[in-house]
């Protein structure tokens, strides 16, 4: 069995507590965009990067991504990548946009 000694345990919790305030920080930040007067496509796309890196946090710290071999992020980032491109696909190949 491991010990740990207690500086590393602190370093940890502070790292976890600091992440915690940066999420409930964005949290505040996602619900005050919400009441700016963006366009709807402005308005989505900041939401989306607000989620982005709220989910960026969460999948480093407290999945401990952050600290994981260079395959596992290569298939984090592909699938990603593969999210956005099933994401952008419809948007670009729309021929023609339906007014109302």
Known sequence: MTTHD??????HVRTYI???VGLMAL???TV???YLDLSIAAGV???LL???VKGSLVACFFMHLINER???LAVLLFTVLFFLAVLL???LTQSNAVEI
């Open 45 to 47: 796309g900041l939401a």
């Open 27 to 29: 949290t505040l930040v």
């Open 89 to 91: 696909l419809p948007v």
């Open 32 to 34: 005050a965009v919400s």
């Open 18 to 20: 600091l992440v915690f």
């Open 70 to 72: 260079k395959l596992i």
């Open 6 to 11: 207690t500086a590393e345990i602190d370093k």
């Open 50 to 52: 607000i989620a982005a």
